[in-house]
């Protein structure tokens, strides 16, 4: 487990508005295992205030692709779009 985390910008409304819970749930899986990569991937990297926040990358895996930003003031990925192409169960 690392110190980054990851939170929805600019609010999980507007960027899984509409999912179901289980989409909802593969989608916060997935934002947690790139924020436990970005840490990974940091080990040693020193921070430099003028890089101190990535440009948007993307990630996709099985039905899912988010969209984020890594920011290394606070150790947080910033997750700004999801896209999920699996179906919806209504009873969800």
Partial sequence: MSDWTWKYVPDAANVIGGL????IDEV?????RIADA???R?????F???ESVSSVKSYGE?????WFLEDYRDD????????HFGLSDPAD
């Fill in 48 to 50: 430099d205030v003028r």
């Fill in 20 to 23: 179901t819970h289980a989409q």
């Fill in 38 to 40: 970005v840490a990974v």
């Fill in 42 to 46: 940091r080990i040693g990297v020193p």
């Fill in 28 to 32: 916060e899986s997935l934002a947690s």
């Fill in 62 to 66: 099985g039905p899912v692709v988010i």
């Fill in 76 to 83: 947080v990925v910033l997750v700004v779009r999801v896209q």
